[in-house]
């Protein structure tokens, strides 16, 4: 049975002919001996024992395998028109087919069959190409040359064009003369941007702008407010308890006798400072710590409060009244009274002034 | 529907759902075909001619809009997002787009799938000799989009991914890392570019492992030129484009039909 096989083969492989061809085999010739390999013990086509060997088997499989990888593996190799290795490949498989009885290895027959059928068309569609050739490589080193690479003086074949500097312009220059090629719609965008886009940017800056002077503002702050506490009401509070002192030390010289209010607020060589005495006797009497009366002839006096003597706070019988002066009436004063000095002696912070 | 849904393995699930986004869209498509010329007269008389001439406005602002990806436009969308209630009027409200698109843009309103229905926004105008197409710099991708595309087309329209791979290592663009002007290759080549209709990336059947290959997508047909592509090509390898007498029979039959 095996002979009748290998003859119709041989005569199939006659006229098979060209060598880019196929090796033409016939596939329901193929088919048709399969289905007598399936049939185990079936009249006629019997399997012979040489053919279900086991290791004769594994063997025939074995070297299909290898047919395979090796047409898998040299796949770029067997599509090169200049050779027949797709030939010698199909004539070593058809050597093969020959001792193949069982459906498994025919599988691997049909499977190496597939794979050959496939770099067959494709050798197939490379010559259906009349006029030049194209080829890739000499396409990309022209592109490269285009694009404008410089080439190392020591080109040396094929690396030439992997060694060399490709300007960074290169893609840009290969866009611009390509875009000839389509006919692209531009893209629509608006000419002025997005309308929501211009807000932001702006808050941002005036918001930085506000922050800055603030800070230093506020570093300022305190310091210039503590002098000025300083100066301001501590010093009256100092000036009035100070004046204070003086009159209680007059008076305890003479209990009885009480003293002439202008005797004691003017002083003699300063104006201003005579202001501001009446200005802090003014306080002693706000808050009741000196009283002021006329005396019997009219002229007012005051004397410092005992403790006891009035509740402070108490809603007394409220006096007012506005005094003021004017450098006239200052020097009337003195001359009037007679007075040599002032009653107060000048402070030091204020004698600063004046 | 929603349990049948849960019943399925994961891998056709996701067949099932992708049948059930394609079946919403052609209930939305189905619309535009099932309505009968009386309708579309009454519907006609329904609408002033004021809100016709705001709807076809909406509709060229759509797709200019969309047309900025440069991803194609589906039917189904300009009818679910603009047109809406006046479908029954698509095909003027499509007629006056694509005059207005012609007459005030000077571009062309191409529908590539007639069987999807989708379209794209190409240039009317045929760039000139020697004048530069555009004030703005070019887009790198557009010379790696042109050495595909010329690959593809000098090798007879067909071939396998490696070999775009090869070529573009050639040029110093490898796949696998990051390329300064193009970042991620592979994703620019076979997803964007794709997306967008240049290209086609299909499986090549009975490969194992599987392999693609590449051919010019319905874009690519519309929109570039095979002529100016092949006088291109002639210019680089100082030929004639006439010695690849294939290639140019193939670019003069295109250039005369569009």
Redesign the interface.
Known sequence: MSDSRRRSRGSQEESAGTSNGLGGRNRSERACDMGDEDDTGAGPSAISEEDDDPTHRREIRSKYRDLINHVQQNREDMLNPANNKLTDVLEEANKLFANVSRAREAALDAQLL?LAT?IGKEKA?QL?????A?D?????????S?MGLNRFEDESGQDG??EGY?PQSA???????????????????YILGSFLAEPPPLRQRVERQRKAPSKEAKRMMPTQLKKMEESNLEATEREVERILQCLRKYFAHDPKEPISYYKFVIDPNSFSRTVENIFHMSFLIRDGLVKMNLDKYGLPCIAPVKKGEVELGRAAVRHQCVISINQETWREIIDAFDIKGAFIPPSEVLSQEG | MSQRKRAVTASQSKTKRRSQVSLDEDDEDANFSQITSSQVQRAREHFTTDQLDRKVAEVVQFI??K??K?IPIRRADIGKHVIKEYKAIYSEIINRVCRKFDQVFG?KLVEIDPKNHIYI???????VNGE???MR???????????IL??IF???GVIKEN?VW??LK???VDPGEKHD?FGDVKKVVTDEFVRQKYLEYVKIP?TEPVEYEFRWGLRAE????KL??LE??GE??D?DPQ??????REASAAETSS
């Open positions: 597939v496939d569609s259906r190409a009349e006029g030049s194209f890739p490589s000499a396409f990309t080193e022209h592109l490269l285009f064009n992997l490709l893609w840009q220059r290969l866009a611009k003369r390509s875009e000839f090629c389509f006919k692209t719609a531009p893209s629509f965008h | 200019l809009i047309d900025q440069k571009l926004l190409i240039n009317k105008l045929e760039p530069p197409v555009s710099p070019g887009n790198p991708k557009t010379g790696l989009l042109f050495v010329s690959v000098m090798k007879g070999l090869n070529t050639k040029l110093r002007e009975h519309k929109e570039v030129s100016k592509l291109f090509v680089l390898f030929q010695s690849w007498t294939q290639q140019f």
